[in-house]
């Protein structure tokens, strides 16, 4: 598809996303100084975004458009365990309680042939409980337009990284026990899974997009695949509690001011 936004528009729009979440504010579709259209624009976008807030962990989230486009944005801040993660709450904001993966090797983009979920499955090393932060400066998100959330990476709004998992978590089909207390109240008790049923689908699909950055998927990266449970609203800033299976267990405080690092 053909670049359709001039330099100047991906810059201002960048420019414009980076105040709405500094400031915390949101404005309507219709109110964006520019609206991408092509899929290409909006990553353009989104890596000037990133270069605005600093983005440089190698730790990115993987999706699908409503169309079955793979796409990819950069979690940040994103926390790797630390006893005292803290993330900034705002009005609005959505918890996922995920499952990341580690890369322990590159995933080229091939042009000969596709890559089998055994080929995604090979180049895995570790496996971890993660929760990802969901807000976007867009009051719609992307139900109006899905390229320019994509341009602000995916309303992800910080990431933090919890204990190792067993890498049978991945397998299709796999349910596992969940409990999520916000502030000590239960907000979500039940069988966890992914929407696909099978948490490396869209890590595959991302992995099969001949049009991704050369430089994607290499080794070291941190890949988070998709929400157990859904984007369940966090009405107040305060204590996160996840208990996954019997033992995995990650803490973490959503605070009014954030403590970022990582």
């Not at 801040?77 to 309680?97: C, F, Q, S, T």
């Not at 397998?171 to 966890?192: D, E, H």
């Amino acid at each position: 598809m053909t670049s359709m936004l001039a330099t100047p528009d991906v810059i201002a729009l960048a420019q414009q996303l980076y105040s709405l979440r500094h400031d915390g504010s949101q404005v309507l579709t219709g109110q964006l100084v520019s609206v991408p259209v092509a899929l290409e624009d909006a990553i353009d976008v989104q890596n000037q975004l990133s270069k605005l807030e600093e983005a440089d962990a190698n730790a990115w989230k993987v999706a699908r458009s409503p169309v079955g486009d793979p796409v990819a944005a950069p979690l940040h801040p994103y926390l790797d365990n630390p006893p005292d993660a803290g993330i900034a709450w705002l009005r609005g904001m959505k918890i996922e309680v995920e499952i990341a993966v580690e890369l322990c090797q590159d995933l080229p983009v091939r042009t000969d042939r596709t890559y089998e979920r055994a080929d995604i499955e090979a180049a895995i090393s570790n496996a971890y409980l993660g929760a990802e932060m969901v807000w976007s400066g867009i009051s719609e998100g992307g139900s109006l337009s899905f390229p320019a959330f994509l341009a602000d990476r995916l309303g992800n709004m910080g990431y933090v990284r919890g204990p190792a998992l067993p890498l049978a978590v991945l397998q299709p089909g796999t349910n596992i026990p969940l409990k999520l207390r916000l502030n000590g109240q239960v907000a979500f008790n039940a069988a966890g899974h992914h929407p696909t049923k099978d948490p490396l689908t869209w890590l595959c699909d991302y992995a099969n997009n001949r049009s991704r950055p050369a430089t994607a998927l290499r080794a070291g990266s941190i890949i988070t695949t998709g929400s157990l449970c859904g984007a369940i609203e966090v009405p107040c800033s305060g204590d996160v509690s996840i208990k996954l299976g019997e033992h995995t267990v990650l803490n973490f405080e959503l605070s009014e001011t954030a403590r970022q690092g990582g």
